[in-house]
């Protein structure tokens, strides 16, 4: 009997620390996000300009240099169209609008945070204070 209780003890424990889990997947706004230059590359052929806005401070950098590594594989000698790009990082998912514009030798790379998927089901969505 004393196990059975015990079973019936440990399974509602589980069953209240599954419902805590689902309640910590949720979707969150935030209005103030980082915006400014994250990378200058220098090339033979060109500078590059890698600019974040609305991003989260602690991710930055790691996503500046994953977009800039996106952008050597896979854009460089491709056209400039906007595109939406989801980054993989160290911390976080990083969904947002990458823009791509080309002047001579400078090559500016542009990425908008528009979404941040944390670990921990938390997601983030940038939303502009005006307008």
Known sequence: MKKLLMLMLFSAGQFVLAQDANTEACTKTYRYGYNGMELI????????????????????????QRIFQYYWENLRKNGTDPITLTIEGQQAKVTGKCIVTKKGKLTTIEFHYEKVEWPDGITELYRNTFG
Do not use: G, H, Q
């Open 41 to 64: 590359a220098n090339t033979p052929r060109e500078t590059i300009i890698v600019s974040t806005y609305n991003s989260k401070l602690n991710l930055k950098e790691d996503i500046a």
